[in-house]
Structure formats: structure tokens, C-alpha cells
């Protein structure tokens, strides 16, 4: 299957700081990249929709502000949480689509201090 | 509004006990369902997707089929190695295969030696 990469695996970072994730498929070129937060034992919960060369579509009630996106190639996606608070620790995963299915990356865990 | 619903929401079952976990789903128009498996701390990881009523697939001891309204993910002879939360996901109401997922809950499995 196609495999989806993702940079950092875990971060920590102090409150007020800014943190940057990448996403890359990496044996397909992915028009359309997802980026998804998921909470201790809970399920995914989509943020906001990826497309190379345009702006995101960000889901009702996520900051597009402090959640910035960008999708710069048809390889690569990142997400930057701004101004990072302890509230934004979570688990946040990346897919991506390659006009059939939809593969996940292995996942971010960032942790705010 | 697009739903779905897995059940049960854990299930526990000893090596080589046989199962089925649950996905229904209503949709308006069903442009696929794909069943994914996640590890505690990773991303899912694709099993299978399925399009039509009646469409089974499988991949070693997993067998997914589908009906109008529910999936089945069929465990056969299951072994430690299978413990995992399995997720089932529709492409959101007027989306594509390849578009926005809603996720169901997900059903924990854990396979006992």
C-alpha cells in the first residue's frame, strides 16, 4: 500500500511557541491531504482539507488562524499550530488520497508545556 | 447528517474465538466504506474498502462484507497480534471515495493467549 510520513513523530514545546508538522506521500502524488486530531481513546476528528496550490478548508470550530496549513507540492502538506497552549497537546494525524483510498501517516504526538 | 455507528464498542475474545464487529451507516448515496485498523499511538492503517452491497474482501484471517446498511468485519481464528482498535469511515454526504471520512467510534479488540 502507498505509505504517508509525518515529521515529528513527538514534539514538546513551551506555551506560546509555534510548532511545525510534516506531512509527505511518499510513493504517490496526493492532490488532497487531510489533517485529523484524535483524543485519548477517542476517534478521528477531520480539521481541515488539503488542496496543492489553494488555500485549506477548515471543519466548523477549528482556528484557521492558529491551525495554519500548507500544501506547498502534490508530495507534502504541514501543519503549524501557532502560539501552541497546553490545550492543543493531542495526537494529530495526517492522510492522504490517492483518488481511491486513503492512507494515514504514522501520527504527531505534541505535547505543550 | 451522515452517521455511523460501530458496535461493540470493546470486544474481548481468546485465541482462535472467532467474531464479527459491526459498522451501520446511513448515508445518502454510499461512495464507499473502508475499514482501517489503529494501533495504540499510530495512525491507521488501511485494510479494505468496499463499494456495493455484496462486495466482500479479505486479507488473512479478516473478511469484510457489506450490506445496504452495515458492514461486518470478521475475525476468524484471531490471535494476540490482532488486538487493536478497528475503525470503519464513509466519505461525507455529497463527497467522494476520496474525500472527507466520518469515522465511527471505533470497536477495541484485544485477543487473549
Known amino acids: 500500500g502507498a505509505v504517508v510520513s509525518q515529521h515529528p513523530s513527538r514534539v514538546i514545546c513551551k506555551s506560546g511557541t509555534s510548532v511545525k508538522i510534516e506531512c509527505r506521500s511518499l510513493?504517490?502524488?496526493?492532490?488532497?491531504m487531510f489533517w485529523y486530531r484524535q483524543f485519548p481513546k477517542k476517534s478521528l476528528m477531520l480539521m481541515a482539507t488539503s488542496n496543492e496550490g489553494s488555500k485549506a478548508t477548515y471543519e466548523q470550530g477549528v482556528e484557521k488562524d492558529k491551525f495554519l496549513i500548507n500544501h506547498a507540492s502534490l508530495t507534502l502538506s504541514t501543519l503549524t499550530v501557532t502560539s501552541a497552549h497546553p490545550e492543543d497537546s493531542s495526537f494529530y494525524i495526517c492522510s492522504a488520497s490517492d483518488y481511491y483510498e486513503q492512507y494515514f501517516g504514522p501520527g504527531t504526538r505534541l505535547t505543550v508545556t | 447528517e451522515d452517521q455511523v455507528t460501530q458496535s461493540p464498542e470493546a470486544l474481548r475474545l481468546q485465541e482462535g474465538e472467532s467474531s464479527s464487529l459491526n459498522c451501520s451507516y446511513t448515508?445518502?448515496?454510499?461512495?464507499?466504506l473502508f475499514w482501517y485498523r489503529q494501533d495504540p499511538g499510530k495512525g491507521p492503517e488501511f485494510l479494505f474498502t468496499l463499494y456495493s452491497a455484496g462486495e466482500e474482501k479479505e486479507k488473512e484471517r479478516l473478511k469484510a462484507t457489506l450490506t445496504k446498511k452495515e458492514s461486518f468485519l470478521h475475525i476468524t481464528a484471531p490471535k494476540p497480534e490482532d488486538s487493536a482498535t478497528y475503525l470503519c469511515a464513509v466519505p461525507f454526504a455529497g463527497g467522494t471515495s476520496y474525500g472527507k471520512l466520518t469515522f465511527g467510534q471505533g470497536t477495541i479488540l484485544t485477543v487473549h493467549p
Open positions: 448515508v445518502s448515496g454510499l461512495r464507499g
Open positions: 510513493d504517490f502524488q496526493a492532490t488532497t
